[in-house]
């Protein structure tokens, strides 16, 4: 399966991801700070 890439941990590209991870495709968001990611890996 193809996986979604969104480019921005923002307010937005959290909330598509989410969208598109519910329905069960697998998705890879790139945030720009390691904060953000460490906190995303987490959820």
Known sequence: MTT???IGATTW???IASLISTNGI???VWANKKEK???LQKK
């Open 26 to 28: 697998p998705v890879r």
């Open 37 to 39: 990611s460490d906190l």
């Open 4 to 6: 979604v890439s969104i």
């Open 13 to 15: 590209g959290n909330t």
